[in-house]
């Protein structure tokens, strides 16, 4: 599921740097660029008693610039907040193909918040998502 969401991600926001799972240099990158979005699997809940698939992920922004790192964590809330019927695309990874998702709900776990700075002084912000999807 994190792949499919990030794909989705990468087309709705085409100008950002995007990272899945960890910020690690990209092919032909001499560093990490200082702005840029970390999608990560994040832990939840076990419930047992519902009866479909629910996937958590954590998003942190980052830019040196305070206000820019914000708009890009609220412009992300907006855009996939209470999201129906959405579908996320097919990616493939290493060799493999991970398929359509089609997803039930997108709900915030909450708002976007500063983490304050991190070692090199750029701004973080950070925002938990549920993801309810069916598998085809």
């Not at 792949?3 to 240099?25: A, D």
């Not at 493999?96 to 912000?125: H, M, N, W």
Request: net charge neutral; aromatic share 12%; glycine share 6%.
């Amino acid at each position: 599921m994190i792949y499919q969401f990030v794909q989705y991600l990468k087309t709705e926001f085409p100008t950002e740097v995007i990272y899945t799972n960890g910020r690690i240099k990209l092919a032909g990158q001499q560093e990490i660029p200082d702005r840029n979005v970390l999608v990560m699997e994040s832990g939840g809940v076990e419930q047992a008693w519902i009866q479909r698939d629910i996937g958590t992920v954590q998003i942190i922004t980052r830019d040196f610039d305070v206000t820019k790192s914000r708009k890009l964590a609220h412009d992300i809330f907006k855009k996939i907040t209470s999201r129906f019927g959405l579908e996320l695309p097919t990616v493939t990874v290493d060799g493999t193909i991970f398929p359509v998702l089609k997803v039930s709900q997108i709900s915030a776990i909450q708002l976007p918040f500063c983490l304050g700075a991190d070692e090199s002084g750029r701004i973080e912000y950070t925002t938990n998502y549920q993801i309810y999807f069916t598998r085809t």
